[in-house]
């Protein structure tokens, strides 16, 4: 009995410690998960489109939609991965109103293809959502020549945006909702080598193009008022999802090993679930005090300040004509 005595007072310690840590880890990971968007609303009849939408936070966002009752288009570059989610969504969510559809941002043609097909299937469009993005790629070009994260995360849904405008607008109130990124706050536009040919950085290029989405957001507003259509962009905050997929850390066997067993338990508590990195999207989706709101940035379902680079009005024209002629739109 003495022996039995004496072994748990030595493990006590250790088994104290592990509580606590586990308790501060536990505290840390709910107060990490950030704002949640709670208001109930209903969105039959309403249609929206989710870049993206087949992974991490785009899918989250298509399931809550779909559960609210829209009529969801996945835009998605990737048609069997595309389709599993969907029917995951459909079956989960009871909505048989969601549809998958190609559309892979990083070719112009395959974009204009997708807007043309919507339209031919739907008059009306209430909801965009450019969600999909890239992050931390190999220095590699899209279809057209532009270096991925420009031409993924900002030409791309530059142009989708444009070729929906007329749907939007005759749809208002309706409204364009851009997932940005607290990475614009180390981003510039590097207007003499935008497209990174002189020099690569994958961090400097997927900061470039949050910039982009946030000067891109604000440009837009002002060309949309009075139209009834507005845009908002935000940070989803850090999440747990396929994001960091070309980062080093997956690329080797060892290296996952690592990941999965000593960088996921500390991430686990500072990083959202997808479901809760969804949640700005869908409160600049649908919280209806939001319907005349347009040109913010929002973080956990709140007003967020921009860095002093995204308020640059100048530059935001600047990248507008020239996304104008990277995304070879006719005015
Ligand atoms: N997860 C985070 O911590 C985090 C933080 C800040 C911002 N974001 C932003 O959130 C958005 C969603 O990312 P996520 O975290 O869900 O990552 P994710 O990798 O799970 O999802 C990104 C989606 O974009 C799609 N995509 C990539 N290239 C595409 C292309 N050429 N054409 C069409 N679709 C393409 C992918 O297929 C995927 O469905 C991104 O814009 C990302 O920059 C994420």
Redesign the pocket.
């Known amino acids: 009995m003495e022996i039995v005595i004496r072994f748990l007072q030595s493990i006590a310690p250790v088994f104290l410690a592990h509580g606590i840590v586990g308790i501060i880890a536990f505290c840390v990971r709910l107060y990490m998960q950030g704002g949640k968007f709670r208001k109930q609303t209903d969105e039959t009849g309403k249609v929206a489109i989710v870049?993206?939408g087949?992974?991490?936070?785009?899918k989250e966002t298509v399931m809550e939609l779909a559960r609210r009752g829209a009529t969801v288009y996945m835009a998605?570059?990737?048609k069997e991965k595309v389709e599993r989610a969907r029917r995951e969504i459909v079956k989960e969510t009871g909505n048989s109103n969601v549809f998958s559809r190609e559309?892979?941002?990083?070719s112009l043609d395959s974009i204009r293809k997708f807007a043309e097909n919507f339209k031919k299937e739907q008059r009306v469009l209430h909801i965009l959502i450019n969600?999909?993005?890239?992050?931390w790629e190999p220095h590699r070009l899209t279809k057209e020549g532009f270096e991925m994260h420009l031409g993924?995360?900002h030409i791309g849904h530059f142009l989708l945006t444009n070729l929906l405008l007329g749907v939007l607008e005759r749809s208002a109130p309706s409204r364009v909702v851009v997932?940005a990124?607290r990475?614009h706050e180390r981003g510039q536009i590097k207007v003499d080598d935008i497209n990174s040919s002189d020099f690569y950085d994958e961090g400097v290029a997927y900061c470039q193009s949050k910039l982009a989405n946030i000067l891109f957001t604000r440009e837009l507003a002002k060309r949309l008022e009075g139209t009834g259509v507005t845009v908002n962009a935000l940070?989803?905050?850090?999440?747990d999802?396929?994001?960091a997929?070309n980062m080093i850390f997956f690329q080797t066997k060892f290296a996952q090993y690592v990941v999965e067993t000593i960088l996921r338990p500390l991430l686990w508590a500072v990083m959202k679930t997808p479901k809760n990195?969804a949640q700005t999207t869908l409160y600049a989706a649908l919280d209806p005090d939001l319907e005349r709101v347009s040109g913010q940035y929002f973080s956990d379902c709140a007003l967020a300040p921009v860095a002093p680079a995204a308020l640059d009005d100048q530059m935001a024209q600047w990248l507008w004509a020239q996304s104008e002629k990277w995304a070879k739109i006719a005015l």
């Not at 087949?54 to 785009?58: D, E, S």
């Not at 940070?235 to 999440?239: F, H, Q, R, V």
């Open positions: 870049t993206g087949n992974t991490g936070l785009g998605c570059r990737n559309c892979d941002l990083s969600n999909a993005g890239v992050f993924v995360n997932v990124s990475a940070n989803p905050g850090i999440a999802t396929e994001i997929r990195g």
